[in-house]
């Protein structure tokens, strides 16, 4: 079993600038995320990202548009000397249909946890909404709740 803590994207990862990023010039990596990051590696820590991106079911921009930002992020990780396992990333959005991927369901988190063999004692699921926490409940993991866009370095406190 691995240790992981899975990393909501908009207002963890990258700037949440209050709409849709889906453009890579308009995605800013958030000040300090890889120092936090390398203490959480240090500690044993692997790292998965779950990110609702409903923007592609309401037609704003499409999969392609979310594979190219994630291409670059993954880039951002590597130059950084930090590993993502996978992205896993929810297309719809509740005003269009109804899903079980979508957090504040756990579906990706559950796929996740079982394609990786995340020990669910010792994983985490870092985010800035009440519906990441949930959804780290729904799937029996801990959920710790950010402020958007703040250094995630403040924070891990909760996890050691």
Do not use: W
Request: glycine share 6%; with cysteine.
């Amino acid at each position: 079993m691995i240790k992981v803590v899975f990393l909501d994207r908009d207002g963890v990862i990258n700037f949440e600038p209050g709409d849709y990023t889906f453009e890579v010039e308009h995605f800013k990596i958030v000040d300090g995320l890889f120092d936090a990051l390398h203490l959480l590696k240090a500690k044993g820590y692997q790292f998965i990202v779950i990110t609702n991106q409903g923007g592609i079911s309401k037609g704003i921009y499409n999969h392609k548009a979310v594979n190219t930002v994630h291409g670059y992020m993954q880039d951002c990780f590597r130059e950084n000397k930090i590993d993502l396992l996978d992205i896993y990333y929810c297309p719809h959005h509740s005003v269009n249909e109804k899903c079980i991927c979508r957090k504040p369901d756990s579906l990706m988190l559950e796929k996740a946890i079982a394609r990786y063999n995340v020990d669910k004692t010792t994983a985490y699921f870092i985010g800035d909404s009440k519906r990441d926490v949930l959804a780290a409940e729904n799937a029996g993991i801990k959920g710790v709740l950010v402020k958007s866009n703040d250094q995630l370095i403040n924070y891990l406190y909760q996890i050691f």
